[in-house]
């Protein structure tokens, strides 16, 4: 089946510094995309999304990046603080299919 | 508004026996899917429900079943369980299943 990948399971950033993680999505009919962050013991949470008729959007400290193109996703966090150590996720979903989550990638902030 | 509640959140079961676990969806939700997460193989979706039919199912044997009520509220069952049913499972509520999903906390399942 098609399948969501990250580049790198883990990652490392000192504290005040912006991070990056990159998603590989491979069914190109996906028209929705959702990044989420978890942290230990918790669910995951809701962090930003975008729609394919978009190739960037920001929230606060985040923004997401659309390449449609080379069916690329990522994920920029800004100012990066030790609260933003999680595991992140994205997540894509076809018309009438479930959300299709990658592995994951570990966000190590230190100071 | 509460968000989504899963209970238990801890179980400890052994090979053979089956088990139900809970999700009450947030207020409105009538979109309710399950996740199963283990560390080798990330978050796989077993099953989405909207509106007490199931909409879409993902790779899992039959053993793993679900359903959900007319408030929404959803169960999942597994049953004979299998020592690699052990995983953390997720519901996640929307108002559809295309939109914003939202997460529990989980039920830990641990088989022995």
């Known amino acids: 089946g098609e399948s969501v990948g990250l580049h790198l399971p883990t990652l490392s950033v000192q504290e005040g510094d912006n991070s990056i993680i990159n998603c590989a999505y491979s069914?190109?009919?996906?028209?929705?995309f959702i990044w989420y962050k978890q942290e230990s013991g918790k669910g995951p949470q809701f962090i930003i999304d975008?729609?394919?008729?978009?190739d960037k959007r920001q929230g606060q400290r985040v923004t997401v990046l659309l390449n449609k193109t080379v069916k690329h996703l990522s994920l920029q966090i800004a100012a990066t603080q030790p609260g933003d150590s999680a595991v992140y996720f994205c997540?894509?979903?076809?018309?009438?299919?479930?959300?299709?989550f990658g592995k994951g990638t570990s966000l190590l902030v230190t100071p | 508004k509460a968000g989504v509640t899963q209970t238990p959140r801890y179980l400890i079961k052994t090979r053979g026996q089956q088990v139900t676990l809970s999700c009450s969806p947030i207020?409105?939700?009538?979109?309710v899917s399950w996740y199963q997460q283990t560390p080798g193989q990330g978050l796989q979706f077993l099953f989405e429900?909207?509106?007490?039919?199931?909409?879409n199912k993902g790779n899992f044997p039959g053993r793993f079943s679900g359903r959900q009520f007319s408030n929404s509220r959803s169960e999942m069952n597994v049953s004979t369980l299998e020592l690699g049913d052990s995983a953390l499972y997720l519901c996640?509520?929307?108002?559809?299943?295309?939109?914003?999903?939202?997460f529990g906390p989980g039920t830990r399942l641990t088989v022995t």
């Open positions: 069914n190109s009919a996906s028209d929705y």
């Open positions: 975008i729609r394919s008729n978009m």
């Open positions: 429900y909207f509106s007490e039919t199931q909409r």
């Open positions: 207020s409105g939700h009538r979109s």
């Open positions: 997540a894509e979903n076809p018309p009438s299919y479930a959300l299709n």
């Open positions: 996640a509520s929307s108002l559809d299943s295309r939109g914003q999903q939202y």
